[in-house]
């Protein structure tokens, strides 16, 4: 079984920064996609970032310049640093990770963590 453990979201003024944390444990193929979607309130999810394991990098348009993404691969963790945040960043953050084993597309989520973005 893998799981991901995320932490750092909460409560910042606009132009403020987070650093969300999301470690993984469990049998996890070393070749994989870690990312960070988000859904807003009253909205579907979407992707954030992703970061796979051979550099390789993906961000929405909105975040570009803004966010972040990085990862240590010794501690199977990947890192979502936020800067000068804006109030439609707001919503709940969701760690995940995906890979193919066996053939097998296999994804997991971890449980979310808040965001909140006042102005």
């Known amino acids: 079984q893998v799981q991901l453990a995320e932490s750092g979201g909460g409560l910042v003024q606009a132009g403020g920064s987070l650093r969300l944390s999301c470690a993984a444990s469990?049998?996890?193929?070393?070749?994989?996609?870690m990312g960070w979607y988000r859904q807003p309130p009253g909205k579907q999810r979407e992707l954030v970032a992703s970061?796979?394991?051979?550099?390789?990098?993906r961000y929405a348009d909105s975040v570009k310049g803004r966010f972040t993404i990085s990862r240590d691969n010794a501690k199977d963790t990947v890192y979502l640093q936020m800067n000068s945040l804006k109030p439609e960043d707001t919503g709940i953050y969701y760690c995940?990770?995906?890979?193919?084993?066996?053939?097998?597309?296999?994804?997991?989520w971890g449980q979310g963590t808040q965001v909140t973005v006042s102005s």
């Open positions: 995940n990770l995906h890979y193919v084993l066996l053939f097998r597309p296999r994804e997991y």
């Open positions: 469990g049998s996890i193929v070393s070749i994989n996609t």
């Open positions: 970061l796979n394991s051979n550099g390789d990098t």
